[in-house]
T-cell receptor, first 114, second 112 residues
Framework: SQKIEQNSEALNIQEGKTATLTCNYT??????LQWYRQDPGRGPVFLLL?????KEKRKERLKVTFDTTLKQSLFHITASQPADSATYLC?????????????FGTGTRLLVSP | SQTIHQWPATLVQPVGSPLSLECTVE??????LYWYRQAAGRGLQLLFY??????ISSEVPQNLSASRPQDRQFILSSKKLLLSDSGFYLC???????????FGSGTRLTVV
């Protein structure tokens, strides 16, 4: 069966440290992998997109890696801040061009303590 | 600029009542539009998506239906709500390229 798995347990880290979140998937062949941030009671907000032929993408304090052989993506937040506390969702953009849809993992809650 | 509107923000409806949630987008034409539901403590589940006027793809057979009467309007409906229809409903559209998907602010539906 098709699955997108993220750590269901919350990740607790101290301010200033690097947070690393994991996304593993099975039986998908995504054209893109995306990461979103979701705050309580709000819709997800797009953070980063990485293509299947890219190994790494960076944006400010964020870094995403994508290993299509392992079927895994790692999402890093460096110099984490309490404001980074949220749920982070991994999503796969699947389907043929023009008919794509986004399938989500269950998300990992990140808590950054001051 | 490109924006997405979704309403109402919250809704409390009795079991067996009808439902209509509306989503509209501005600043673009012929977008791909999506309806998702997030049950309490659960992930986002894709319900329907549409690539054009009158075209609807259903992902999960259930008590809901969707329609796209205009290019930038997407409607989620039910004739008779069930308790299990409670959840957080989100509309989204795909911008394309490297910009991901944009989500609306959501509707919190409670069926009582």
């Amino acid at each position: 069966s098709q699955k997108i798995e993220q750590n269901s347990e919350a990740l607790n880290i101290q301010e200033g440290k690097t947070a690393t979140l994991t996304c593993n998937y099975t039986n998908y062949s995504p054209a893109y992998l995306q990461w979103y941030r979701q705050d309580p009671g709000r819709g997800p907000v797009f953070l980063l997109l990485i293509r299947e032929n890219e190994k790494e993408k960076r944006k400010e304090r964020l870094k995403v890696t994508f290993d299509t052989t392992l079927k895994q993506s790692l999402f890093h937040i460096t110099a984490s801040q309490p404001a980074d506390s949220a749920t982070y969702l991994c999503a796969l953009d699947i389907g043929r061009t023009g008919f794509q849809k986004l399938v989500f993992g269950t998300g990992t809650r990140l808590l950054v303590s001051p | 600029s490109q924006t997405i509107h979704q309403w109402p923000a919250t809704l409390v409806q009795p079991v067996g009542s009808p439902l209509s949630l509306e989503c509209t987008v501005e600043g673009t034409s012929n977008p791909n539009l999506y309806w998702y539901r997030q049950a309490a403590g659960r992930g986002l589940q894709l319900l329907f998506y549409s690539v054009g006027i009158g075209q609807i793809s259903s992902e999960v057979p259930q008590n809901l239906s969707a329609s796209r009467p205009q290019d930038r309007q997407f409607i989620l409906s039910s004739k008779k709500l069930l308790l299990s229809d409670s959840g957080f409903y989100l509309c989204a559209w795909k911008i394309g390229g490297s910009y991901g998907y944009t989500f609306g602010s959501g509707t919190r539906l409670t069926v009582v």
